[in-house]
């Protein structure tokens, strides 16, 4: 399987952007990049995901370089409410990996 | 939608014990999801199922632990004779199909004491 890597940790400020490295070097070309996030205590929730161009939603955008070989989560202003793990995974678009594999995760810490 | 009900949300059982876990995907989801998440450490896939049929189980320990879907009512996931080292969040997702993404549940928190 494709292997993601992401920085273990990082801070932020309330009201800042964060912005959420994740690298891919051995994408392949039938690979979404998928982004969860895991809040204390809960289990891990949908973020975003995409395939090669840049994605918007509401919680957040995700951009692709154009090699696909790495991607940002972007949080446009973090709030505490974002403090979580956040974790960066490669999913081949047609279905033939049945399970999301969970690396590490970044925790993301956002100071008041 | 009621999403992805899991329950109970905290369960304590003593050694040698049964500990039975209820998933209740979201509607319309077929495919069923177990993660087991250690203290501190990161969810780890146990066993992915599909009505009736157990798709891929490579993460499921070889004994004591088993899982199945039937075709009405909850996935559960069984854990024979616990052990403290069990002692975990276990996390249920479902999906519509292998191309989507995934809903989790709150999870189940067992303590083996």
Redesign the interface.
């Known amino acids: 399987d494709a292997k993601t890597t992401q920085p273990n940790s990082m801070e932020s400020n309330e009201e800042e952007p964060v912005h959420l490295p994740c690298n891919h070097s051995t994408i392949s070309g039938t690979d979404y990049i998928?982004w969860?996030r895991?809040l204390p205590s809960?289990?891990?929730?949908?973020v975003i995901?995409g395939l090669t161009s840049n994605v918007n939603n509401r919680m957040a955008s995700l951009a692709i370089a154009e090699d696909r070989k790495s991607s940002t989560l972007i949080l446009h202003r973090a709030t505490l409410r974002d403090a979580a793990v956040y974790y960066c995974i490669l999913r081949d678009?047609?279905?033939?990996?049945?399970?999301?594999?969970?690396?590490?995760?970044t925790k993301l810490s956002v100071k008041p | 939608n009621a999403g992805v009900m899991q329950n109970p949300r905290h369960l304590v059982r003593r050694r040698g014990q049964e500990a039975r876990l209820r998933c209740s995907p979201m509607k319309g989801h077929s495919h069923v999801y177990w993660y087991r998440q250690l203290p501190e450490e990161g969810l780890k896939f146990m066993v992915y199922l599909q009505k009736e049929n157990i798709i891929d189980e490579s993460g499921m320990p070889k004994e004591r632990f088993s899982a199945e879907f039937p075709k009405e009512g909850p996935s559960i996931l069984r854990i024979q004779q616990v052990v403290r080292g069990d002692s975990a969040a276990y996390f249920c997702a479902s999906s519509p199909a292998t191309v989507y993404g995934y809903t989790f549940g709150s999870g189940t928190r067992l303590t083996v004491v």
């Open positions: 998928h969860y895991q809960q289990g891990p929730e949908y995901h678009r047609t279905g033939s990996q049945g399970n999301l594999i969970f690396g590490k995760g």
